[in-house]
Antibody
């Protein structure tokens, strides 16, 4: 069964840092691009970052560029999101999702998410 | 920046057809994907590349994309179809989601 499990969320003060992880299983992780998407409470989906299978490219949304860093470890079958200089508006449920298809790919499946709360 | 516009809410009578639109400049020239999100759950892909259904998604779900509007159609709507629905496209090297549509089955 293809599965993605996020971890690392929690309560952090403004200006602080947090590192999220996404553990993949049930598929050959190194063959797939991966993504981070977040959802603020009661709001819609916001794409954050995409990383290619071999890390040859990494893309970011403007809202997190320069503050968040996406990486992956294809040996550990894991995806990471290093979040620095956190703000209250970064409070959200953070999902990892596998990219599927070539070119304009879609996200399938998604993990269940990990909650990040930024508050003093 | 590229924007996708979805109605905030759509209502449909039980057993009738619901249509959820996703508007964008020349969206017909892009591949549109659709996700269903039920309360407290992660999003689930229901349509990819405009009109393709993943395995396990009922045939009642279909999609189209032409001009400036992509449409997700849900035939014979069921109570279990109540959810938020999001469209998604790639624009250059970024991903854009629509704002989401809450589907209510009456």
């Amino acid at each position: 069964e293809v599965q993605l499990v996020e971890s690392g969320g929690g309560l952090v003060k403004p200006g602080g840092s947090l590192r999220l992880s996404c553990a993949a299983s049930g598929f050959t992780f190194s063959n797939y691009n991966m993504n981070w998407v977040r959802q603020a409470p009661g709001k819609g989906l916001e794409w954050l970052s995409s990383i290619s299978d071999s890390t040859s490219y990494i893309y970011y949304a403007d809202s997190v560029k320069g503050r968040f860093t996406t990486s992956r470890d294809n040996v550990k079958n894991s995806l990471y999101l290093q979040m620095d200089s956190l703000r209250a508006e970064d409070t959200a449920l953070y999902y990892c999702a596998r990219a599927y298809g070539s070119g304009s790919n879609w996200f399938d499946p998604w993990g269940q998410g990990t909650l990040v709360t930024v508050s003093s | 920046s590229y924007e996708l516009t979805q109605p905030v809410s759509v209502s449909v009578a039980l057993g009738q057809t619901a249509r959820i639109t996703c508007g964008g400049n020349n969206i017909g020239g892009k591949n549109v994907h659709w996700y269903q999100q039920k309360p407290g759950q992660a999003p689930v892909l229901v349509i990819y590349r405009d009109s393709n259904r993943p395995s396990g998604i009922p045939e009642r779900f279909s999609g189209s994309n032409l001009g400036n509007t992509a449409t997700l159609t849900i035939s014979r709507a069921q109570a279990g179809d109540e959810a938020d629905y999001y469209c998604q496209v790639w624009v250059s090297s970024t991903v854009v989601f629509g704002g989401g549509t809450k589907l209510t089955v009456l």
